[in-house]
């Protein structure tokens, strides 16, 4: 981490189930130099979710409000609820020259692409449409009928797979989680930002000889 250089944005999205948040939450245990991005939202609350740690659940109206503000760097609506980035926070953490992650959808992912071209995008697969659905059941987390939709909705999803710099299977999930910490360490050592981080090596590795 390097104040006088801005931390990087990843970005990371996959259809409802895939696996993101785990492998999210594994990936943050490992390189805690991360920080997650608590997303703003009009979905009710899982069991178990809490206020400021999972999200910030609010209304439609409350979230409809802080939209006309310009609050979000990126907002959508997925699988009928409100989502959406806080522009100051991801800003702000970003400035001090930590990296920032957000778990968004697609949508989220093209707005992000548009307003921070130098991000970096990840988009995560299930190995099949039937591990899909069992992952999504077996979390027990929804309803039958918010299962359903979301199952509906990721044919959608994955449409939007190429869009992505990376794209990992999260089949077996050491494996992608593996993947998914190469990235991060990969575009950590680019040489766009690592020139500035060694400029004084390189300048002693330059300087003539004196004498
Ligand atoms: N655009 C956008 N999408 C978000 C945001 N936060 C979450 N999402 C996406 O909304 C979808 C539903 O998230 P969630 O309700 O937590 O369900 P889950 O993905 O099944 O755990 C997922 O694709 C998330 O990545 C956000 O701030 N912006
Ligand atoms: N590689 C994997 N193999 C088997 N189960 C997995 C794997 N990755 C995640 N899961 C399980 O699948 C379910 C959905 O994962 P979750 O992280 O909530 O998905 P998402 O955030 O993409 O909606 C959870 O019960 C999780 O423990």
């Not at 020259?97 to 778990?103: A, P």
């Amino acid at each position: 981490m390097n104040a006088s250089i801005e931390g990087t944005l990843f970005v990371v999205a996959a259809p409802s189930g895939a696996g993101k948040s785990t492998l999210v939450n594994a990936l943050l245990e490992r390189e805690s130099t991360i920080s997650l991005s608590v997303s703003h939202t009009t979905r009710p609350p899982r069991p178990g979710e809490t206020y400021g740690r999972h999200y910030y659940f609010v209304e439609r109206a409350e979230f409809e409000r802080e939209i006309a503000e310009g609050i979000f760097l990126e907002h959508a609506e997925v699988h009928g609820n409100l989502y959406g980035t806080s522009r100051t926070t991801v800003q702000e953490l970003l400035g001090q020259g930590r990296d920032v992650l957000l778990e968004i959808d697609w949508q989220g992912a093209q707005q992000i692409r548009a307003s921070k071209p130098d991000c970096v995008s990840v988009f995560i697969l299930p190995p099949s449409r039937a591990e899909l659905e069992r992952r999504l059941r077996g979390r027990g987390s929804d309803s039958a009928e918010v299962i359903e939709r979301r199952l509906r909705n990721s044919r959608g999803e994955i449409a939007h797979a190429h869009e992505f710099d990376y794209i990992l299977v999260n089949d077996v999930f050491d494996e992608a989680l593996a993947g998914l910490q190469a990235i991060v360490r990969a575009v950590r050592l680019r040489g766009t930002l690592q020139w500035r981080r060694h400029e004084a090596l390189i300048a002693e590795l330059l300087a003539d000889e004196a004498g």
